[in-house]
């Protein structure tokens, strides 16, 4: 990103995951669409264009709780951390959805209004001071404008140009409209309940979203109390389990992770994190003192966390040392692009 503008860096890995996606997208809109009302046939039929309206309404929601179940499962289980990989595409396309669903429900509740769709939308229904009868297409409209927010700037120009910390700031946007969307479905079957099996649906995404959101920050504090005792410095493995040009990856008591690699006999830490779109450096090989990212190729010095020139992608490191066999780093990183010595191993290490 620091040298060339490439709209969409396309991978084998890219392809699958987005075809994945598609495909669970479109099984779930057609058992919505052609399974679901032979089944639910005892409830009140609805209107076609309704029902489509409603198939794409519950696809952008059961996306947008998967999304939101990724994080925290990774945190969890590092066999999830290949879910995170593009995890931008699927918001992307969790916003196309919705629109899909806001567009069905403009075309059909106001096509033969004289008013224009959207001013209708907002006009319709004032009954703000009762919950029954409480305008939830609001909600859904404030949920519809942060997705299509987000989706507009997941590009890297977006990261580059805004800085991470605003991008960010931005992108955490995704909560208060996963919240906004909960009252806009719970308000909407309310006020036009149709078969418990979809409540139980719209019910248990945000009960799973919050208890895997917990149990994710549970599980951190656990491991950050095991770190050593000893200065504050981390445990991070035996010397006898280093392989030469690998890395042995472990969590900092701020959540982050480090990487701790084996180079021609010595030791360098660095952030485990890419610069480019957090790939695990860790899961990388080194050539030439260089690791290289799995995920889109972007390389960096272990011994000082820069990209070679003229690159100028950076990532914290970390100091190390040897406590008998043990090897600890220090769980405060030092600056982006900060070099530090290797350490070397013992002359008996492998």
Same mark, same amino acid.
């Given at each position: 990103?620091?040298?060339?503008y490439?709209?969409?860096? *396309? /991978?084998?890995n890219k *392809? $699958?995951?987005?075809?994945?996606?598609?495909? &669970?997208?479109?099984?779930?809109?057609?058992?919505?669409l052609?399974?679901?009302?032979?089944?639910?046939?005892?409830?009140?039929?609805? #209107?076609?264009?309704?029902?489509?309206?409603?198939?794409f309404? !519950?696809?952008?929601?059961?996306?947008?709780?998967?999304?939101?179940?990724?994080?925290?499962?990774?945190?969890?289980?590092?066999?999830?951390?290949?879910?995170?990989? #593009?995890?931008?595409? $699927?918001? +992307?396309?969790?916003?196309?959805?919705?629109?899909?669903?806001?567009n069905? +429900?403009?075309?059909?509740?106001?096509?033969?209004?004289?008013?224009?769709?959207?001013? &209708?939308?907002?006009?319709?229904?004032?009954?703000?001071?009762?919950?029954?009868?409480?305008?939830?297409?609001?909600?859904g409209l404030?949920?519809? @404008?942060?997705?299509?927010l987000?989706?507009?700037?997941?590009?890297? $120009?977006?990261?580059?140009?805004?800085? !991470?910390?605003?991008?960010?700031r931005?992108?955490?946007?995704i909560?208060?409209?996963?919240?906004?969307?909960?009252?806009?479905?719970?308000?909407?079957?309310?006020?036009?309940?149709?078969?418990?099996?979809?409540?139980?649906?719209?019910?248990?995404?945000?009960?799973?979203?919050?208890?895997?959101?917990l149990?994710?920050?549970?599980?951190?504090?656990?491991?950050?109390?095991? @770190?050593?005792?000893?200065?504050?410095?981390? !445990?991070?493995? /035996?010397?006898a389990?280093?392989?030469?040009?690998?890395?042995?990856?472990?969590?900092?008591?701020d959540? %982050?992770?480090?990487?701790?690699?084996l180079?021609?006999?010595?030791?360098?830490? @660095?952030?485990?994190?890419?610069?480019?779109? %957090?790939?695990?450096?860790?899961? &990388?090989?080194?050539?030439?003192?260089?690791?290289?990212? =799995? *995920?889109?190729?972007?390389?960096?010095?272990?011994?000082?966390?820069?990209?070679?020139?003229?690159?100028?992608?950076?990532?914290?490191?970390?100091?190390?040392?040897?406590?008998?066999?043990?090897?600890?780093?220090?769980?405060?990183?030092?600056?982006? &692009?900060?070099?530090?010595?290797?350490?070397?191993?013992?002359?008996?290490? =492998?």
């Amino acid at each position: 990103m620091s040298v060339k503008y490439i709209p969409v860096q *396309w /991978n084998p890995n890219k *392809w $699958f995951y987005d075809g994945i996606m598609l495909v &669970g997208v479109f099984v779930f809109l057609w058992v919505f669409l052609e399974i679901a009302p032979g089944v639910l046939s005892h409830e009140r039929p609805i #209107n076609p264009q309704i029902h489509n309206a409603r198939a794409f309404g !519950a696809c952008a929601f059961v996306m947008l709780t998967i999304i939101l179940c990724i994080g925290p499962l990774a945190r969890l289980d590092r066999r999830f951390l290949p879910l995170l990989y #593009n995890r931008r595409h $699927f918001g +992307v396309m969790t916003a196309a959805v919705a629109l899909t669903h806001a567009n069905y +429900v403009l075309g059909w509740y106001f096509a033969f209004s004289h008013i224009p769709p959207l001013e &209708g939308l907002l006009s319709a229904n004032q009954s703000y001071f009762q919950v029954a009868g409480f305008p939830f297409e609001l909600l859904g409209l404030f949920s519809l @404008i942060c997705l299509l927010l987000l989706a507009v700037t997941s590009h890297d $120009f977006w990261l580059k140009f805004l800085t !991470a910390p605003v991008w960010k700031r931005i992108h955490f946007l995704i909560y208060p409209a996963y919240a906004a969307l909960v009252g806009h479905v719970a308000l909407g079957i309310l006020q036009d309940q149709q078969t418990h099996m979809v409540s139980a649906l719209f019910i248990g995404g945000p009960v799973l979203v919050c208890v895997l959101h917990l149990l994710a920050v549970v599980h951190g504090r656990v491991k950050a109390d095991r @770190i050593a005792k000893g200065h504050g410095w981390l !445990a991070v493995a /035996n010397v006898a389990e280093m392989q030469e040009g690998r890395a042995k990856i472990a969590r900092l008591p701020d959540g %982050n992770r480090v990487a701790v690699f084996l180079h021609e006999g010595k030791l360098s830490a @660095i952030s485990n994190a890419c610069a480019h779109q %957090n790939g695990p450096l860790g899961e &990388g090989r080194i050539v030439d003192c260089l690791v290289t990212c =799995p *995920w889109h190729g972007f390389q960096y010095d272990v011994r000082t966390g820069q990209s070679p020139a003229p690159f100028t992608e950076r990532v914290p490191t970390f100091a190390v040392r040897l406590n008998g066999k043990i090897i600890e780093v220090d769980p405060t990183p030092n600056p982006p &692009g900060t070099p530090v010595k290797p350490v070397p191993l013992p002359e008996a290490a =492998p």
